[in-house]
């Protein structure tokens, strides 16, 4: 009986030892190197959920590629709503700071990205809350960079920056 206990006590301390070092580890992982997340609605179509309601893709967001508010034209990126902070929302980013980007059913026809901002859009036009809604996104709001499906199995890939021929800002500044 001696031993049992011994063994019961010796068993629950590793686990104790385990558990408050894997925890803050995970923790600390996925805040701030990558985690997934399941992308719901018709706003990226077609790169994103395809299939419509019947299907959700499921994808890897990297955390760590965008920690020093680097982003691309094309990037599919993951940020917090501007209109509601509890909410993220994945968009393509189109345009950066400096850029002038012809507006698709903003007030303003021709718009110059402010600096420290983005103009973010989805794939579905027509079907996407996005810049063209609520103008430029500041990085500050920037939460990943999308850069895998995960799920479903049949459409595991890298996601590609690309940025669609017809969004291809008026005028760009580049560095």
């Known amino acids: 009986m001696m031993l049992a206990q011994g063994?019961?006590?010796?068993?629950?301390?590793?686990?104790?030892?385990?558990?408050?070092v894997a925890v803050p580890v995970t923790v600390t992982f996925l805040d701030q190197v990558a985690?997934?997340?399941?992308?719901?609605?018709?706003s990226m179509q077609p790169s994103l959920n395809p299939g419509g309601s019947h299907s959700s893709d499921v994808v890897l967001l990297n955390h760590w590629k965008v920690r020093n508010?680097?982003?691309?034209?094309g990037d599919i990126v993951s940020l917090v709503s501007p209109k509601n902070p509890e909410q993220k929302i994945?968009?393509?980013v189109i345009a950066l700071e400096g850029d002038i980007i012809k507006?698709?059913?903003?007030?303003?026809?021709?718009?110059?990205?402010?600096?420290?901002?983005?103009?973010?859009?989805?794939?579905h036009h027509g079907h996407s809350f996005d810049s063209n809604a609520f103008g430029p996104v500041a990085?500050?709001?920037?939460?990943?960079?999308?850069?895998?499906?995960?799920?479903?199995?049949?459409r595991w890939q890298r996601l590609e920056s690309v940025l669609p021929p017809?969004?291809?800002?008026?005028q760009t500044e580049e560095k």
Do not use: S
Not at 35 to 42: D, I
Not at 139 to 145: D, E, F, M, R
């Open 7 to 20: 063994f019961g006590r010796r068993y629950m301390k590793a686990f104790l030892k385990g558990f408050f």
């Open 35 to 42: 985690c997934v997340a399941r992308v719901e609605g018709a």
């Open 69 to 73: 508010y680097e982003v691309q034209r």
């Open 90 to 92: 994945i968009k393509r």
């Open 103 to 123: 507006t698709i059913g903003h007030k303003n026809r021709y718009v110059k990205v402010p600096r420290g901002h983005m103009w973010v859009e989805g794939d």
């Open 139 to 154: 990085l500050g709001l920037l939460h990943a960079h999308a850069t895998h499906i995960l799920w479903p199995p049949e």
């Open 166 to 170: 017809e969004r291809v800002p008026v």
